[in-house]
Nanobody
Framework: QVQLVESGGGLVQAGGSLRLSCAAS????????MGWFRQAPGKDREFVAG????????FYADSLKGRFTISRDNAKNTVDLQMNSLKPEDAAVYYC???????????????WGQGTQVTVSS
């Protein structure tokens, strides 16, 4: 079992920045790949970014590349998502998830956090 707990969500003005953090724990979580997803009301959950614990290889949803940065801190067992130049359409519940195989697909992920709300005011 892998436990994931997100934090850092909140209200931010358009153009502002926010940093989300996901604390991981549990059995062999370092062997998993980590992903961030988001889900806005009435929309499907979508992939944001992913990273490998082992070598920090990353990949991003094309539409978010350049504004969002994913990183990991092995000492703290956290995976962060730095979000810059936020837009109202970035508002969503953001989820951290773990998978055995790095993928943008929701159904490839085995473990999920409870989510953290991001609200962007215009």
């Amino acid at each position: 079992q892998v436990q994931l707990v997100e934090s850092g969500g909140g209200l931010v003005q358009a153009g502002g920045s926010l940093r989300l953090s996901c604390a991981a724990s549990g059995r062999a979580f370092e062997s998993y790949y980590m992903g961030w997803f988001r889900q806005a009301p009435g929309k499907d959950r979508e992939f944001v970014a992913g990273i490998s614990w082992r070598n920090a290889n990353t990949f991003y949803a094309d539409s978010l590349k350049g504004r969002f940065t994913i990183s990991r801190d092995n000492a703290k067992n956290t995976v962060d998502l730095q979000m810059n130049s936020l837009k109202p359409e970035d508002a969503a519940v953001y989820y951290c998830a773990a998978t055995r195989r790095l993928s943008p697909r929701v159904n490839e992920y085995d473990y999920w956090g409870q989510g953290t709300q991001v609200t962007v005011s215009s």
